[in-house]
Each structure stands twice: as structure tokens, then as C-alpha cells.
């Protein structure tokens, strides 16, 4: 499953690039979790989940990235931006790529798919 999850993340990754976005860091951990995709969009830091579903009869992706999960991303990108020294430099958004179907080829980027707290 490792495989498959790396192979979405660089899809998401390349897609992303395509529209003009910018790799800061890929999988970037700490104690608090895990931040899939860290990209630049112009003067933007945007935090994002990549989810997979190869079958999307219960819904896509997108949709497993509940309250508690972004409670999970907003605190991680908080640690990200204070190690950084970023917290109140920039300003950041929190996207999800959902990549869906048996051979990964339906893929749909949501901008601002939640807000922050900051």
C-alpha cells in the first residue's frame, strides 16, 4: 500500500506543478502528524492532503478528510510554520487532492478545502 500511496503523492505532486505551484517538502512529519504536500502558489504556503480511493461507491477521497483530520493537518502546519519562524510571515491555505479510479485517473484539486485558525 506504501507503493500506491508514494505513486498518488507524486501524481498529485506533478499535477500540482503543472498549475504552477512550488515543492517546499513532501511528507513532512513531526510528532503532532504528517503534511503530505508543502507548495508554494505565488506568496502563498498552502498545506496539503492527498487521499486516494480506488473505488468511489462510499464517496471520494476528499471525503475522509473530516473535522478531525484538519483539526490534525492545522496543528501540524502550526508546528511547520513556528519551527520555521513563518507564523505570522505568511499567509496559508489548506488544499486537498483527491485522486480516484482503478488506473488513478480522476484527480480533483480543492483550493481552501478548510480554513485554519490562524
Not at 16 to 23: D, E, M, R
Not at 49 to 57: D, F, G, P, Q
Not at 58 to 71: E, L
Amino acid at each position: 500500500m506504501q507503493i500506491v500511496g508514494k505513486n498518488v503523492e507524486n501524481l498529485a505532486c506533478d499535477y500540482l506543478q503543472q498549475q504552477g505551484l512550488k515543492l517546499v517538502t513532501a511528507n513532512y512529519s513531526c510528532q503532532l502528524g504528517e503534511i503530505d504536500l508543502i507548495m508554494g502558489d505565488k506568496d502563498v504556503l498552502v498545506f496539503i492532503e492527498v487521499r486516494y480511493r480506488k473505488n468511489i461507491n462510499y464517496g471520494d477521497g476528499a471525503a475522509t478528510v473530516n473535522k478531525s483530520k484538519q483539526d490534525k493537518l492545522k496543528k501540524t502546519a502550526a508546528y511547520y510554520l513556528q519551527k520555521q519562524n513563518l507564523y505570522d510571515k505568511v499567509v496559508c491555505r489548506f488544499d486537498v487532492v483527491a485522486v480516484s479510479g482503478k488506473y488513478m485517473d480522476k484527480l480533483d484539486w480543492i483550493k481552501d478545502a478548510f480554513w485554519g485558525n490562524w
